[in-house]
């Protein structure tokens, strides 16, 4: 079956290191997202990518970074310099034309202490 | 940036009651999707409203899209425990790919 997998579940990470986030999919979509969520708070566009080796902040990019070295992956990573890291980070693709709906992976809760 | 903003931020309803969100912007919508998000869940697509005034239907959720194309709506009507979550509009910025989600509305319905 077709999907996007984030890993893992669940994540813990001390403050100050840095931390890698995974996304992973198989639907052949150019476009990918990374949105984070925070507790009875709507959706926030950290990054997103139209084509591989291009992409774009969203309206919260500082202290976050990404790549996109393959059309199936596009790894977020977020570092010690994100104030408030801990939230619940959906990564999400789309077929790239417009208009098209996005599919979102199942998430991973990242809790920074 | 564009902001989407939603009203309600929380709805609780007694079972069989109806249901509306409301999804405001200051600037002109391009294409408006509906999602939604159970408890504990990722956000799934319900529909994309296109047109100025369009209006559609799927069984007892009706979308409607503002002639001005600055405001949509999702009307349930008698709600049930299934329809239990946070409802999410989203622009599409014409000629990007960019997808700006509104505040969301948390539905909880009481049996």
């Known amino acids: 079956d077709g999907g996007i997998t984030q890993s893992p579940k669940y994540l813990f990470r001390k403050e100050g290191q840095n931390v890698t986030l995974s996304c992973e999919q198989n639907?052949?979509?150019?476009?990918m997202y990374w949105y984070r969520q925070d507790p009875g708070q709507g959706l926030r566009l950290i990054y997103y990518?139209?084509?591989?080796?291009?992409?774009q902040k969203g309206d919260i990019a500082e202290g976050y970074s990404v790549s996109r070295e393959k059309k199936e992956s596009f790894p977020l990573t977020v570092t010690s310099a994100q104030k408030n890291p801990t939230a619940f980070y959906l990564c999400?693709?789309?077929?790239?034309?417009?208009?098209?709906?996005?599919?979102f992976g199942n998430g991973t809760r990242l809790t920074v202490t | 940036g564009q902001q989407v903003m939603q009203i309600p931020q929380y709805q609780h309803v007694q079972e069989g009651e109806d249901f509306t969100t409301y999804c405001n912007s200051s600037t002109t919508l391009s294409n408006i999707q509906w999602y939604k998000q159970r408890p504990g869940g990722h956000p799934v697509f319900l529909i994309q409203?296109?047109?100025?005034?369009e209006v559609k239907k799927q069984k007892r959720l009706t979308f409607q899209f503002g002639e001005a194309k600055k405001n949509s709506s999702l009307h349930i009507t008698a709600t049930q425990t299934t329809d239990v979550g946070t409802y999410f509009c989203a622009d599409i910025t014409s000629g990007t790919y960019k997808y700006i989600f509104g505040t969301g509305t948390r539905l909880k319905v009481l049996a």
């Open positions: 999400a693709s789309s077929p790239g034309t417009e208009p098209s709906t996005l599919h």
């Open positions: 409203l296109v047109k100025s005034g």
């Open positions: 639907l052949n979509h150019d476009a």
């Open positions: 990518s139209q084509i591989v080796n291009d992409f």
